[in-house]
């Protein structure tokens, strides 16, 4: 469905915390396996979307944990996640795109720190804007063989805040909070291939996230995700995507960072389906299936999330 233009997956996922790990944090990250069937567009383009990823499943290594197995004085129970994305895009130049992403967090995070026998239930509920991302896109047509790339660079901001605390005043863990602080480098690319043997296009794109310094004593673990499949045509202005998605992402570092409590290997299955509403306007749904997660030390991870969104060329 080549009159789609933009698609934005979230897919990574900062670690931290005490003990267990209460893996919760949250980044965007503009998905361009899509964009690499066509050229930057001249203009506006508009997108937005939500999200949702429950994390309650205690993990180490890459086996489950029950709460009934662990015998440290802190817990971590469940952190819940509702995200929302905006997007704009800006063709300024033939082959050229300015992009910013805005996220916004509405998140809920449950421990239970033990004292004295006695098991002390401590939450946190918030709504926050997140760290705000900033690149480029360097995009040309397809080559007459049906080859296309793209590269893109930039920075992600840190806009998002990182003393939130709860109502007895007590700060929620680093890794929970909606910004990590840092200023992080960005750097991606991608190819398609849109065989004449193959129906649809076939894609691949790289991302690496690295933090170029330290808020408080606390710096994320550089991450790198590579993600490949097909978008396949079922016919009229549906389309079928099949993905394969790897993230990988280091440890924490700093003295308010649990570095033996942070860092995972993930692999996923990530099917979707994309409809065009019109020329300009696209929706599209995809849901998250890890199939192997290894995680360091004790950390929460999920069985599945789930995206939707929207993309509108106003032009």
């Given at each position: ?33 899509l964009t ?69 967090s509405n ?83 991608g190819l ?124």
């Amino acid at each position: 469905m080549k009159k789609l233009a933009v698609l934005a997956y979230a897919g990574c996922f900062i670690t931290g915390g005490a003990h267990a790990s209460c893996g919760a944090a949250f980044c965007s990250a503009s998905n361009d396996w899509l964009t690499l069937t066509q050229g930057v567009t001249p203009g506006w383009r508009v997108w937005t979307q939500v999200e949702y990823l429950r994390q309650d499943q205690l993990r180490a290594g890459t086996d489950k944990l029950s709460p009934a197995e662990l015998t440290e004085h802190h817990q971590e129970i469940k952190t819940i996640n509702r995200n929302a994305l905006l997007g704009l895009e800006y063709g300024f130049a033939p082959g050229w795109s300015a992009n910013l992403v805005l996220p916004y967090s509405n998140r809920e995070h449950l421990h239970v720190h033990t004292h004295h026998g006695t098991p002390i239930p401590e939450a946190w509920q918030f709504d926050h804007i997140g760290d705000a991302r900033l690149t480029l896109r360097h995009q040309l047509a397809a080559h007459p063989g049906g080859w296309s790339w793209n590269l893109q660079g930039g920075l992600k901001l840190p806009t998002g805040r990182t003393d939130v605390r709860n109502a007895d005043g007590d700060a929620a863990e680093r890794s929970v909070q909606p910004g990590s602080g840092t200023t992080d480098l960005l750097l991606g690319g991608g190819l398609a291939y849109a065989p004449l043997s193959l129906p649809g296009s076939l894609f691949s794109n790289l991302t690496v996230q690295a933090p170029l310094d330290e808020k408080d004593g606390y710096q994320p673990g550089w991450r790198t995700s590579v993600q490949a499949g097909w978008l396949f045509p079922l016919g009229g202005k549906l389309d079928l995507i099949l993905q394969g998605n790897l993230l990988y992402v280091k440890h924490d570092r700093g003295i308010n960072a649990e570095p033996d409590d942070s860092g995972r290997t993930e692999a996923a299955l990530v099917p979707g389906l994309a409809y065009a509403l019109s020329r300009n306007l696209s929706v599209y749904g995809q849901v998250e299936l890890p199939f192997y997660q290894k995680v360091a030390g004790i950390q929460l991870t999920h069985d599945y999330a789930v995206s939707a969104g929207l993309s509108l060329a106003l032009n």
